[in-house]
């Protein structure tokens, strides 16, 4: 008769699959399932730690992603920000079933913004639009405070057609950016979409939002009305 044994993560889900259909008692062959990946959760930072993020995000900003990858992996993953450098890394050099795995086990083992976030992106990547604009969401409780995590999760809910929820998302994740970076066409996409001209007399007038970005965000706005 074979022993059931308690399993955790990834692993549990598929044990629990196989009892439902076969039952403990007829486990009487060996199988071995792939363990979950195990990532680390510190998120304290050593100085030496510090070092190496620091020399892998010089090589992420000079477009080198491949080399900052193995520059990662020689080094050690020693904290949840090192595991999150991993999983961007392996999305950005088309691995993206491996980055997937990366961010599953930060979001469930750690329940971490930084998972959750990574995941949904990868999710948006894979077309899974439902399925990131929950990670999204749950790395936005986490996190509320942060213009990335919101940005992100404002352009999903645009993608999914929660206009006017996302322009909310857009707008607050614009403030906490302080009016820079890509959240300046996002959310002037937003307008175009929920025709809101004041918004985007706003943008023009107050931010100094260009003829360029103005055209941007009507491409990206246009898109998105003709992917529903």
């Known amino acids: 008769m074979g022993v059931c ?3 955790s993560g990834r692993g549990s889900l ?3 699959i196989s009892l ?15 363990p979950q990946l ?7 930072l050593q ?25 990662l992996e020689s080094e050690g993953l020693a904290t949840e920000q090192h595991w999150v450098r991993r999983g961007q890394l392996l999305a950005s050099t088309s691995q993206v079933a491996e980055a997937q795995e990366v961010f599953q086990a930060l979001a469930t083992q750690c329940d971490s913004a930084m998972g959750h976030h990574g995941l949904g992106l990868v999710y948006l990547k894979m077309g899974k639009l439902n399925e990131g604009t929950r990670e999204l969401r749950k790395a936005r409780e986490l996190a509320p405070s942060s213009s990335d995590i919101r940005n992100d999760y404002g352009y999903a809910l645009l993608l999914t057609g929660g206009y006017y929820d996302a322009v909310f998302e857009l707008r607050t994740a614009f403030e ?7 959240v300046r066409q996002n959310l002037a996409a937003g307008y175009f979409i ?35």
């Open 5 to 7: 044994k308690r399993i």
């Open 14 to 16: 598929l044990l629990a």
């Open 20 to 34: 439902a259909v076969t039952g403990c008692s007829t486990m009487s062959t060996s199988t071995v399932d792939e």
């Open 38 to 44: 195990q990532v680390s959760c510190t998120t304290t």
């Open 47 to 71: 100085p030496e730690h510090q070092l190496q993020l620091d020399a892998v995000d010089a090589q992420m900003s000079r477009s080198q992603p491949y080399a900052a990858l193995a520059k």
């Open 176 to 182: 906490l950016a302080n009016g820079e970076g890509a």
């Open 194 to 228: 929920t025709n809101d001209r004041s918004g985007i007399a706003m943008l023009r007038q107050k931010y100094n939002l260009s003829n360029d970005e103005i055209a941007h965000a009507e491409k990206l706005a246009a898109r998105i009305r003709r992917s529903k």
